[in-house]
């Protein structure tokens, strides 16, 4: 594996389910970040990680909870979501926290129904 | 306030036309970078270029070429002979020193959807 990945690709989930996103980066970077991006707004920037700690959060809800085990592996944990939260959520990883450039995984597109 | 405009909603062109996407960016920071990434249909974003605000020199990878323009805050793209494959969306991104105001975050513009038809 290569770049940034992320499992699963699509997701369903009742509102009531919990289940979690993974996202895995292969190029030693140091930081990584969670987004989500919807038709309504665009890429919004949730969670950032840098050297295992998490040094944002952008007002998220608290239905969802990341974990950063280690620098190559960031996870979002979701549980009770709203249909609004149904969106294309993207990892990216960076070598370092400012000004360097972000590489994204593929996303997870999530549907709650 | 929007920092990042990228006034073009959508643009259709036919294949092998020429097109420029805008990028307009806002910044006090006099140390800044910009970067262009793709986001095709299947989601991922793909890094496509970084500019630091001190290099204003116009750059050119194959069909793809950069204007930037310290003067009218400017960063545009233009690609040579489109083809179906660049049909995406195109994003437009700042990155400020950590201190300008957006902790050194990345603040995309909303985005240039690009249809190339055959």
């Known amino acids: 594996e290569t770049g940034v990945t992320q499992t699963p690709r699509h997701l369903v989930m009742g509102m009531t389910n919990k289940k979690s996103l993974k996202c895995e980066q292969h190029?030693?970077?140091?930081?990584m970040y969670w987004y989500k991006q919807s038709a309504k707004k665009p890429l919004e920037l949730m969670f950032v990680?840098?050297?295992?700690?998490?040094?944002e959060n952008n007002s998220v809800p608290s239905r969802f909870s990341p974990e950063c085990p280690n620098s190559s592996h960031l996870f979002l944990h979701l549980h009770t979501l709203q249909p609004e939260d149904s969106a294309l959520y993207l990892c990216?990883?960076?070598?370092?926290?400012?000004?360097?450039?972000?590489?994204f995984g593929p996303g997870t597109r999530l549907l709650v129904l | 306030a929007q920092k990042v405009t990228q006034a073009q909603t959508e643009i259709s062109v036919v294949e092998k036309e020429d097109v420029t996407l805008d990028c307009v960016y806002e910044?006090?920071?006099?140390?800044?970078?910009l970067f262009w990434y793709k986001q095709p249909p299947s989601g991922e974003l793909v890094f496509l270029i970084r500019?630091?605000?001190?290099?204003?020199q116009n750059e050119i990878s194959g069909r793809y070429s950069w204007n930037f323009q310290k003067s009218t805050s400017s960063f545009n793209f233009t690609i040579t002979a489109s083809q179906v494959v660049d049909s995406a969306v195109y994003f437009c991104?700042?990155?400020?020193?950590?201190?300008?105001?957006?902790?050194?975050?990345?603040?995309f513009g909303k985005g240039t959807k690009l249809s190339v038809k055959p």
């Open positions: 990680y840098s050297l295992e700690e998490r040094v």
């Open positions: 500019r630091n605000s001190f290099d204003e």
């Open positions: 910044t006090r920071d006099t140390t800044y970078y």
């Open positions: 190029l030693g970077h140091n930081a």
């Open positions: 990216a990883s960076s070598q370092r926290r400012y000004q360097e450039t972000q590489y």
């Open positions: 991104a700042l990155s400020e020193f950590m201190y300008g105001g957006s902790q050194g975050n990345l603040i």
